[in-house]
């Protein structure tokens, strides 16, 4: 299956996203500590959207620079 040469860095985002998503998740309920201020789905606040779009968006442009060098 190809994909196109544009389509797998934002693949590689969103999954990086994703895995952040789920461990926030896991560890808020092993921890029982939900934010107060849960705006998305109750278990999310905006800050952690942001963190993890942040680490998504770096994590994907240190792997887009590792392939290039390689």
Do not use: C, Q, W
Request: overall charge positive.
């Amino acid at each position: 299956m190809n994909i196109h040469p544009k389509v797998k860095p934002i693949l590689y985002g969103l999954g990086v996203f994703l895995i952040y998503a789920i461990l926030t998740y896991v560890l808020r309920l092993v921890f029982k500590v939900m934010p107060i201020d849960g705006e998305f789905l109750g278990i999310y606040s905006e800050n952690d959207l942001l963190i993890g779009l942040l680490v998504a968006v770096v994590l994907t442009f240190s792997h887009e620079r590792k392939k290039k060098l390689k």
